[in-house]
């Protein structure tokens, strides 16, 4: 058998080469790799459908304010940047205004080249958009400015979620954002996207920071917000600005309840009975949220019988009713738990329970030390001591520590016993005997702690009571002998 050219066998080869690429490349198409299916699927919360960000340009629409290229083939002369007017229409060479209002790019080229064919034969048209107008979006919900915002687009990219809510300055404690609702106008009508912004915050995936278009409405609604997200949320680039005044009120076992206003600074307590302050609260540096222990310091700090353990934060949320959790400031101080002492935003109102039973000594000592309770307690100790009158003492101080305060017993003092007088916040008075003994400890009995205003009356002994009765009776016989001897004293 006469054999074939060699032309005619590079053909088979080229042939069956050909018949196996087409057949890799069928293959390829018909069963999708599942890689590419993971890459392409965006992570979503569980039981939650959260819509990947449009990234697409072909879906967007022109309008007054949009930087545009022009390009026709061949045609420099007739080609440059244009901005949309104010009516939707670019004012072109040769042929004028032509309206690309509400066109995609791919809808304007068309439109443009149809204006030019009336002018040119078979004219080649490529739009490019250069810079994006700025978009008019609105927000409302648990945001600190809900409004309508106008954000400008330097570069080509849309302007993000987390832009407009830093833009709203800042969402507040109540805001859930696991429910995100970005309303947006389409062709076909309203389209709701549903964000989940903790993924953001949880993960760093920008993905889920969508990118906004002209005209999108923007709601986040309310929720009670965890003690643990609640730190993350204040730590977010788009929470509440810190350096803002807060008006809060603080009700219950504080010495100076009512509303306050706090600024964010660091905070500090005073005497009992006097309002705190903010230190530093009008530098710029200062960037601390408040917190429940800053509200209580600047009311005077807590009172002895104050239940730590059951505070309450009532708040208001913008929409939605009244929340109210519970924090444990016993937690806070024996465990150093931050949880427990969570951020408060604007009209909130923090309640400090009274406790039912009288603390024992050594939680009155934890009391004492802790950076909410008052600097110094004010007690009057009057009668017989060595230096009566007012005393500024610690906290927590007992009945022992300021007699010695005053100076301790004079000569004419009932060493045995002292009366201690103390107003009740129901308005009653306590009049407690306490035998004195200043080897006993704290006791509620021998030697109890004392509180503001409490009053220690050292009575005189009755050895002093006696002379005292005695110099009564003698005064009156001493001034008559005295008149009855003056005569004789004047002639003497």
Same mark, same amino acid.
């Given at each position: 058998?006469?054999?074939?050219p060699?032309?005619?066998?590079?053909?088979?080869s080229l042939k069956?080469?050909s018949a196996l690429?087409l057949?890799v490349?069928a293959?390829?198409?018909?069963?999708?790799?599942a890689?590419?299916q993971?890459?392409q699927s965006l992570p979503?919360? +569980?039981s939650?459908?959260?819509?990947?960000?449009?990234?697409?340009d072909?879906?967007y629409?022109?309008?007054?304010?949009?930087?545009?290229? &022009?390009?026709? *083939?061949r045609l420099?002369?007739y080609?440059?940047?244009?901005?949309?007017?104010?009516?939707g229409?670019?004012?072109l060479?040769l042929?004028?205004? &032509?309206?690309? *209002?509400?066109m995609?790019l791919?809808?304007?080229?068309?439109?443009?080249?149809?204006a030019y064919s009336q002018?040119l034969r078979r +004219?080649?048209?490529?739009l490019?958009?250069l810079?994006r107008?700025?978009?008019?979006?609105?927000?409302?919900?648990?945001?600190?400015?809900p409004?309508?915002?106008t954000?400008s687009n330097e570069?080509?990219?849309?302007?993000t979620?987390?832009?407009?809510?830093?833009?709203?300055?800042?969402?507040?404690?109540?805001?859930?954002?696991?429910?995100?609702?970005?309303?947006?106008?389409?062709?076909?009508?309203t389209?709701?996207?549903?964000v989940?912004?903790w993924?953001?915050?949880?993960t760093?995936?920008?993905?889920?920071?969508i990118?906004?278009r002209d005209?999108d409405?923007?709601f986040?609604?309310?929720?009670?917000v965890?003690?643990?997200?609640?730190?993350?949320?204040?730590?977010?680039?788009?929470?509440?600005?810190?350096?803002?005044?807060?008006?809060?009120s &603080?009700?219950g076992?504080v010495?100076?309840p009512g509303p306050?206003t706090?600024r964010?600074?660091p905070?500090?307590t005073?005497?009992?009975g006097?309002?705190?302050?903010?230190?530093?609260?009008?530098?710029?540096t200062?960037?601390?949220?408040?917190?429940?222990?800053?509200a209580?310091?600047?009311?005077?700090?807590?009172?002895?019988?104050?239940?730590?353990?059951?505070v309450?934060?009532?708040?208001f949320?913008?929409?939605?009713s009244?929340?109210?959790?519970t924090?444990?400031?016993?937690?806070?101080l024996?465990?150093?738990?931050l949880?427990?002492? +969570?951020?408060?935003?604007?009209g909130?109102?923090?309640?400090?329970?009274?406790?039912t039973?009288t603390?024992?000594a050594?939680e009155?000592a934890q009391?004492a030390e802790?950076?909410f309770s008052?600097?110094?307690?004010?007690?009057n100790v009057?009668g017989?001591?060595k230096?009566s009158?007012?005393?500024e003492?610690p906290?927590?101080t007992s009945l022992?520590?300021?007699l010695?305060?005053?100076g301790?017993f004079?000569?004419?003092?009932r060493?045995?016993?002292?009366?201690?007088?103390?107003?009740?916040?129901?308005g009653?008075v306590?009049?407690?005997?306490v035998e004195?003994?200043?080897?006993?400890g704290?006791?509620?009995?021998?030697n109890?702690a004392?509180?503001?205003?409490d009053?220690?009356?050292?009575e005189?002994s009755?050895l002093?009571g006696?002379?005292d009765?005695l110099?009564?009776?003698?005064?009156?016989?001493?001034?008559?002998?005295n008149? *009855?001897?003056?005569?004789?004293?004047i002639?003497?």
């Amino acid at each position: 058998m006469a054999s074939r050219p060699f032309y005619l066998n590079q053909l088979s080869s080229l042939k069956v080469s050909s018949a196996l690429g087409l057949l890799v490349v069928a293959g390829w198409l018909l069963a999708p790799p599942a890689a590419a299916q993971t890459m392409q699927s965006l992570p979503l919360a +569980p039981s939650r459908a959260v819509a990947p960000p449009p990234q697409a340009d072909s879906s967007y629409s022109l309008g007054a304010g949009d930087i545009v290229r &022009v390009d026709l *083939f061949r045609l420099p002369q007739y080609s440059g940047e244009q901005q949309v007017q104010a009516d939707g229409s670019l004012n072109l060479p040769l042929v004028g205004r &032509v309206s690309v *209002f509400n066109m995609t790019l791919e809808q304007a080229s068309s439109t443009i080249s149809n204006a030019y064919s009336q002018v040119l034969r078979r +004219p080649i048209v490529a739009l490019t958009l250069l810079q994006r107008r700025p978009l008019t979006v609105g927000i409302a919900g648990e945001v600190n400015r809900p409004g309508a915002y106008t954000l400008s687009n330097e570069t080509t990219s849309f302007p993000t979620l987390a832009r407009l809510l830093e833009t709203a300055e800042g969402v507040t404690q109540s805001a859930d954002l696991q429910q995100v609702e970005v309303r947006r106008q389409t062709a076909q009508g309203t389209q709701t996207i549903t964000v989940d912004l903790w993924q953001l915050l949880r993960t760093g995936d920008s993905r889920y920071d969508i990118a906004l278009r002209d005209g999108d409405s923007v709601f986040i609604p309310s929720t009670q917000v965890s003690l643990e997200d609640g730190m993350l949320l204040a730590n977010a680039s788009f929470a509440a600005s810190s350096t803002q005044p807060v008006n809060i009120s &603080v009700v219950g076992e504080v010495f100076r309840p009512g509303p306050y206003t706090l600024r964010g600074g660091p905070t500090r307590t005073g005497q009992a009975g006097v309002p705190g302050g903010e230190a530093g609260s009008n530098s710029s540096t200062v960037n601390r949220p408040v917190t429940v222990t800053d509200a209580i310091q600047v009311a005077g700090g807590i009172k002895p019988m104050a239940n730590l353990r059951q505070v309450q934060v009532r708040r208001f949320p913008r929409s939605g009713s009244e929340q109210v959790f519970t924090v444990d400031l016993w937690q806070l101080l024996s465990t150093g738990d931050l949880r427990q002492n +969570p951020i408060l935003q604007e009209g909130d109102t923090v309640i400090i329970p009274t406790a039912t039973s009288t603390p024992s000594a050594l939680e009155a000592a934890q009391l004492a030390e802790a950076s909410f309770s008052p600097n110094t307690i004010r007690i009057n100790v009057v009668g017989e001591v060595k230096q009566s009158g007012l005393l500024e003492m610690p906290p927590n101080t007992s009945l022992n520590q300021a007699l010695l305060a005053a100076g301790g017993f004079n000569n004419r003092a009932r060493q045995d016993t002292v009366l201690l007088v103390r107003l009740n916040p129901d308005g009653t008075v306590i009049r407690q005997p306490v035998e004195v003994n200043f080897a006993e400890g704290i006791d509620e009995a021998n030697n109890p702690a004392l509180r503001n205003n409490d009053v220690v009356i050292v009575e005189r002994s009755g050895l002093a009571g006696v002379s005292d009765t005695l110099g009564l009776v003698a005064d009156p016989i001493s001034r008559f002998l005295n008149l *009855f001897t003056l005569p004789f004293r004047i002639f003497n």
